[in-house]
């Protein structure tokens, strides 16, 4: 999921930047745009005043019915998951985003196609293989996440009880409720990640630790508009759809079947995603971490995935836009 973790880096990264102090990337991507651009715009400060104003009224009525937190009688997913069919569909996504990888690395070198307002310096000063490679990375991960989504699809139609819609809790019955959820969930969510963001890579930079950037994020810019196109469906559908049946899906319901916590699950199934999506930049980790609880926490407490999935896909959507 190498791409995958570049389009996580590129949504963190419109989020965190401050006073023209990034916090993922060069202070100005390919192409000449300001990497703070969209951090302080006037949109992005009123979804965090927003978002700040939702968190604490959440918190307030979370005080007042704390039984939402301790998630009592929350919907039921009864299934046979095991760590086998976990691990088989880890595996057949490695081996798809591999193969793809190698296969396409065989053909042709083609070349990298930039905006026409682009000055040609720039072009120059970037790498063509690294360009390459992040193309690349593209069309690899929408082929593993493809995978994933049909692996995890097809052992979830296996293993619960009351098939995907039921069981899984693709229905899309209630998808109204589930659009409002999903809209205050990342409202609740945009200022801690931000918030968690700035602050640990501050701590980094107090220690001198850089990390690098992905190709995807340092050549987003550099794509020509076919290219930034299939990396935004990459980043606001396939990724959310694959991902939440995947980490909610599967790995969040085996861990609540075998440990009788739906707690726990979250917090196990939130801390695997935030570690394989950090990717090159471990600064990420904690708001990651954090957008996976909020995701977790929907999915348990409507027994649903259509709220994560949007959370997901308005999350990516907001933050490319910006």
Known sequence: MKMSNALYSTCLCGLGQQDGAPVLAATTQPGGVPADAGAN??????????????????????FARPRRLQLLNTPGRPNNLTVVHVLVIWLLMTLASNVAAGWLRQLPPGHPTTQPTQPATQVAAGPDKELADARLGIIAAAISLTVCLVASLAVAAGTFRHGLSRGLGLSPRH????????????????????????????????????????????????????????????????????????????????????????????????????????????????????????????????????????IHAIFNAVSLAM
């Open 41 to 62: 715009s006037p949109a992005m400060l009123a979804l965090v005043a927003i978002g700040v104003c939702v968190l604490v009224v959440w918190i307030v009525r979370s």
């Open 175 to 310: 998808w109204i409720c589930d659009l409002g959820r999903a809209i205050i969930g990342y409202l609740a969510v945009l200022p801690v990640c931000i918030g968690l963001l700035v602050l640990f890579t501050y701590l980094f930079e107090l220690y001198n630790l850089t990390p690098q950037t992905h190709p995807v994020l340092k050549y987003m810019h550099a794509f020509s508009p076919s290219w930034r196109v299939l990396a935004v469906i990459e980043a606001v559908v396939l990724a959310p759809l694959a991902e939440e049946a995947f980490f909610r899906g599967i790995i969040q319901s085996f861990f609540r079947r075998a440990l009788h916590s739906p707690r726990l699950a979250i917090l196990l199934a939130s801390a695997i995603f935030a570690v394989v999506h950090h990717g090159s930049e471990p600064q990420a980790l904690p708001s990651l971490f954090a957008l996976a609880l909020v995701l977790g926490y929907n999915y348990e407490r409507t027994g649903r995935l259509i709220s994560p999935i949007l």
